[in-house]
């Protein structure tokens, strides 16, 4: 059984000045775990579900997302491991990305094949530690469905 327990996907960023900026966030039960996932768009496609991911050290997007977007891959592979395996996998390059109305800064993505959406939903990205490192800090409001980032 899948609980949502914040519907709010509009990707509205609420932001005033020296107050945190907040990403709403989805916040699903599924099989005794916890997933929290935010909005992150690119150029002016999306919003797509992107789980927050702090243990992974770099951050992913599903392989037919990125196909849908157009993101062209930069020819270099980079190992990862994971509860799968070990393999090397494609990266593609994005220099306009946003998570909610907050920009990021550009980057690289590894692609990765996420699996079929279970569900009615499924996860089409991960946003790791390498992007909210960033930030400095981030506090993870379950209870309210929001994702908190110190202004800027």
Do not use: C
């Not at 989805?26 to 150029?43: D, H």
């Not at 395996?85 to 946003?98: A, H, Y």
């Not at 569900?119 to 929001?146: A, K, M, P, Q």
Request: glycine share 16%.
């Amino acid at each position: 059984m899948v609980e949502d327990r914040d519907d709010n996907d509009t990707g509205a960023t609420r932001t005033s000045p020296g107050v945190a900026r907040e990403v709403p966030l989805k916040v699903v039960e599924q099989g005794g775990r916890t997933l929290a996932f935010v909005p992150v768009s690119f150029e002016d496609r999306g919003p797509y579900m992107f789980a927050l991911d702090t243990g992974a050290s770099t951050s992913v997007i599903d392989e037919d997302v990125a196909g849908r977007i157009g993101l062209e891959r930069t020819g270099e592979r980079r190992p990862v491991s994971g509860i799968l395996g070990t393999g090397e996998v494609p990266v593609v390059r994005v220099d306009q990305w946003k998570v909610g109305d907050l920009p990021l800064a550009p980057g690289e993505l590894t692609v990765i094949g996420l699996g079929p959406p279970r569900g009615g939903g499924g996860i089409e990205g991960l946003l790791g530690s390498d992007v909210l490192s960033d930030f400095g800090s981030i506090t993870v409001d379950y209870d309210d469905g929001v994702l908190k980032i110190p202004p800027s």
